[in-house]
């Protein structure tokens, strides 16, 4: 099983600043088939991201994925309110499917 | 633009066997490799499994011995069963598939809330 560990844990920035999150994979992730989610609280996961950097339907050009192999990032380029969440990455390059702890952006 | 609905009970006693069908509007079920996803309170995700049109499944091996997932295409509903249940086993219950061919949920049912308790 691929585990996958998110850095930070928190990270706290104000809106406009610019975030960055880490997944890293304890093995080389197959077709760098990962994605990206952001849950605000008591809401549904929603997808962000897939294959490392292809933007799903909706998605705002802020967000955008990069990486391959073991070490994916997540980049917002400028937060926005609605941005502050939990975002969690997923690989399914190998069963069984695995998502990382999350990472949460707060306001700082 | 296919919808998904967990139902089920609440809450479940501990050693005995946790049961939700997810009923699937605006598409068909034939179409795609349904999922199961689990978050417990305060954590993170845990993709439970899938089956497929076929009746194929995959598993979590973690939960491979305590899983069961069935398909009814006439009703366009699927199922899990998990037998055996504990308090670890408290948690969201979502449903959720993908619309493309790769395993990225990009749809969601809202979430059911599974209490293991006596």
């Known amino acids: 099983e691929i585990v996958l560990t998110q850095s930070p844990g928190t990270l706290s920035l104000s809106p406009g600043e610019r975030a960055t999150l880490s997944c890293r994979a304890t093995q080389s992730v197959s077709s760098n088939y990962l994605a990206w989610y952001q849950q605000n609280p008591g809401q549904v996961p929603r997808l962000l991201i897939f294959n490392t950097s292809r933007r799903a339907t909706g998605v705002p050009d802020r967000f955008s994925g990069s990486g391959s192999g073991t070490d994916f990032t997540l980049t917002i380029s400028r937060l926005e309110p609605e941005d502050f969440a939990v975002y969690y990455c997923?690989?399914?390059?190998?069963?069984?499917?695995?998502f990382g702890q999350g990472t949460k952006v707060e306001i700082k | 633009q296919v919808q998904l609905q967990e139902s089920g009970p609440g809450l479940v006693k501990p050693s005995e066997t946790l049961s939700l069908t997810c009923t699937v509007s605006?598409?068909?079920?034939?179409?795609?490799?349904w999922s199961w996803i689990r978050q417990p309170p305060g954590k993170g995700l845990e993709w439970i499994g899938h089956?497929?049109?076929?009746?194929?499944?995959k598993f979590n091996p973690s939960l491979t011995s305590r899983v069961t997932m069935s398909l009814d295409t006439s009703l366009s509903q699927f199922s899990l069963k998990l037998s055996s249940v504990t308090a670890a086993d408290t948690a969201v219950y979502y449903c959720?598939?993908?619309?493309?061919?790769?395993?990225?949920?990009?749809?969601w049912g809202r979430g059911t809330l599974v209490t293991v308790s006596s």
């Open positions: 997923q690989q399914y390059g190998s069963s069984p499917w695995t």
């Open positions: 959720a598939t993908q619309s493309g061919p790769y395993f990225s949920f990009d749809l």
């Open positions: 089956i497929y049109r076929s009746g194929i499944t």
């Open positions: 605006g598409g068909s079920i034939s179409n795609y490799f």
